[in-house]
């Protein structure tokens, strides 16, 4: 902790194998907490933070080999005014493997969240540029992908009812061998939720997902039940009758047939030490 507002760490990680390498793992299923080669991997960072915002940055380094690999992290968030935030950051890692084969590949995102203390409406947006692109090696591709995921949430004047709706959309353009490949996918949700007791609810969900080059539609729709464990921790079982999977909308919902369960916690000042007070 250099001052009030800014702050630094660094570290440096070794694996290095000391005697008889390249035996046979006990359990080929299981792969080695360091990975299958010797590497060194160095890391600094740095953050600085103001009453309403803060910054982070890092850098890594860790060589090996089998690569060589570089990775920037950077963000900045903060509250424009009571109840809106905004908030960037990027991840971009470059890579140097076999057969001469280099990797560029990143995500850079914008978030906007707006959630005042009185209102019915909270509103949750994140934009996301992810571009993977390879050089050399057994083949070259050149992928990007524009991703935006647009979150809603209404609640009644009596707290037991609220509606959520969610909008996805993106543009992906791949380019695998001087072949071309774009198209554009939407996904609308609709999830109404109502309280049956203080501990208690109930939930049903819709999902469309729209492929539209290919004009396709693929369906989603479920049931569940929740609980309130504690204050600001929540857990639900439930089961879709019908679904669908996608590498970019799945990942922040289950979407599959079959059942799941869901578990959710608030995470900030206030609400960890809540929860550590109910053990």
Known sequence: QISKRWSVDAGIDRSSTIKESGNIPFNTNVPAVSGNTDFTAISGGASYKEETWSSTGRLEMR???AEDK???FTGIYGEVRDGLGLGAAAQIFKTNGVADAKTTSGDLRFSLAYRPQE????????LD??????QGGDFAYDNWRLINNFNANWKSNNRKAQLSLQYGAKYVNETIDEDDYSGYTDLTGLEGRYDLTKKWDVGLTGKVLHS????QLKYGSGASIGYNLV???WISAGYNFVGFTDRDFSAADFTAQGPFVKFRIKFDQNSISDALKQF
């Open 119 to 126: 209102t019915a409406w909270i509103v949750l947006n994140r």
């Open 231 to 233: 204050k600001n921790a």
């Open 63 to 65: 060589t090996s080999d």
């Open 212 to 215: 539209w080059q290919a004009n």
């Open 129 to 134: 540029y992810l571009f993977d692109k390879q």
């Open 70 to 72: 570089l990775g920037l």
